[in-house]
């Protein structure tokens, strides 16, 4: 008898045992199971996969929203007033325009601001410490002209911005402040009612020496 003929005759039929008829209707209705369960629950785990993605994304959203608010809300704000400086800084020293008025002489220096700003910037010449005056010319910081005394030590320039203290701070020499940025040390301080910022190249060590002298001028 041909393999044909014992397909369509039955005689190589076999019954599966009833242990494998368990186990198949068993995965069946395991697998029918999960498939419902999936079904069911699918939209409800989408939505909390969103909500947490969502939540995440948020709360870093309100972070940077709340910082970006507490930098740009400020345009008095210590460091926008850093980066103006230092940018009319280097302004000054890339171009040929490093001052609008040429004197070593501070009684020269002082009345060539006048007319030009709304006060009246205290000009001092601690040339005996080190830090002699060479000139001064007019600027733009903080939405306002000011007023630029330029210093030299040994062969560094060094700015001093001088403007009007509208925080109202007391009369007396606040504590001073050091920054570094872009390779430029900065000092700050309030002195009779005035917001002194320094700026050069020179080592931080010696712009606090300057500073000191001009404290000591001015009182």
């Known amino acids: ?9 039955g005689s190589l039929y076999e019954r599966a045992p009833s242990s494998l008829h368990a186990q198949v209707r ?27 993605g969502g939540g995440i994304t948020g709360i870093c959203a309100c972070a940077l929203v709340f910082f970006s608010m507490m930098f740009f809300q400020r345009p008095g704000g210590t460091n926008v007033i850093e980066q103006e400086i230092v940018a009319s800084h280097v302004r000054a020293l890339m171009s040929s325009r490093t001052m609008d008025v040429l004197s070593s ?8 601001f006048n007319g030009r700003i709304d006060y009246a910037p205290p000009v001092v010449d ?3 410490q080190g830090f002699p005056l060479v000139g001064g010319r007019l600027d733009y910081v903080d939405h306002r002209p000011v007023a630029v005394m330029i210093y030299h030590y040994l062969k560094h320039p060094i700015d001093l911005y001088v403007f009007p203290d509208t925080a109202g701070h007391a009369a007396v020499p606040a504590a001073m402040t050091t920054e570094t940025s872009e390779g430029y040390s900065l000092i ?30 001015l009182q």
Do not use: C
């Not at 209705?29 to 785990?45: D, V």
């Open 188 to 217: 700050k301080w309030r002195q009779n009612g005035m917001v002194f910022w320094a700026i050069t190249d020179a080592s931080p060590v010696y712009l606090k020496r300057f500073a000191d002298a001009v404290v000591a001028g």
């Open 105 to 112: 002489d501070q009684h020269t220096v002082k009345p060539w």
């Open 1 to 9: 008898m041909s393999l044909a003929e014992k397909l369509r005759d």
């Open 126 to 128: 601690p040339q005996a």
């Open 26 to 52: 068993a995965r069946l209705n395991e697998q029918h199971e999960k498939k419902r369960w999936f079904s069911l629950n699918w939209p409800m785990r989408s939505a909390g996969l969103l909500f947490a």
